[in-house]
């Protein structure tokens, strides 16, 4: 079946440092890939996504980018902010899971001045 | 556009009684809603998935009479706990899947729903 393993947390950087959340994944067929946020208190919001092989996700600063050789999708940030602190998702959905989403644990991410 | 919105946004009741929780988009019709459970810091676990007009999929593990899942209509779907019980306490998040023609689906998350059972 079809699973997400995304790098423990809390993360914790210092304001304009350099962010990368691992994630891998398992899966039978040809997923989807996505990024998504909690910020404190707040509902999941998607981030970004990729579709396919070699696309490159990427918003607000982050990326991510799909590589089928190494079943991974890491995001990344060149220069992190305060307002970055929150939960973020790696998540997978495919046509064999009725694109429900199968997500990651979380990686809590804490940013300080 | 895309908003999904989740009544009630907090919920705390007695043991034995059962719980509605509605989910609707608000400026689209879904394809698919989808039910999630999740447990203080942990991920987001699927509970059920279910199209309008049509019987709801529950995932392993889930009981279906417990978690009674309606869609109503291509803009509405409702959980409702039966018989809460103080383990059912959890953040309840719903989702509404859109398809726009030729593209992926993506998914709309509600804000969340937070049951505590005394």
């Known amino acids: 079946g079809n699973s997400v393993t995304q790098m423990e947390g809390p993360v914790t950087l210092s304001e304009e440092a350099f962010l990368t959340i691992n994630c891998t994944y398992t899966a039978t067929g040809y997923p989807s890939l996505f990024w998504y946020v909690q910020y404190p208190g707040e509902g999941l919001q998607l981030l970004l996504k990729?579709?396919?092989?070699?696309d490159k996700g990427s918003n607000k600063g982050f990326e991510a980018t799909y590589r089928k050789e190494t079943t991974s999708f890491h995001l990344e940030k060149g220069s992190v902010q305060v307002s970055d602190s929150a939960v973020y998702f790696c998540a997978l959905s495919d046509q064999s899971s009725g694109y429900a989403l199968n997500f990651g644990k979380g990686t809590s991410l804490l940013v300080t001045p | 556009g895309a908003v999904v919105s989740q009544h009630p946004s907090w919920v705390i009741c007695k043991s034995g009684t059962s719980v509605k929780i509605e989910c609707r988009s608000l400026?689209?019709?879904?394809?698919?809603m989808f039910w999630y459970r999740q447990f203080p810091k942990q991920s987001l676990m699927l509970m059920a998935t279910s199209n309008e007009g049509s019987k709801a999929t529950y995932e392993q593990g889930v009981e279906k009479d417990k978690f009674l899942i309606n869609h109503a209509s291509l803009t509405l779907s409702t959980l409702t706990v039966t018989s809460a019980h103080p383990e059912d306490s959890s953040f309840y998040i719903c989702?509404?899947?859109?398809?726009?023609?030729?593209?992926?689906?993506?998914?709309?998350f509600g804000p969340g729903t937070r049951l505590l059972v005394l």
């Open positions: 400026d689209f019709q879904a394809t698919t």
């Open positions: 989702s509404a899947g859109r398809r726009p023609a030729g593209h992926l689906e993506t998914q709309y």
């Open positions: 990729a579709t396919k092989a070699d």
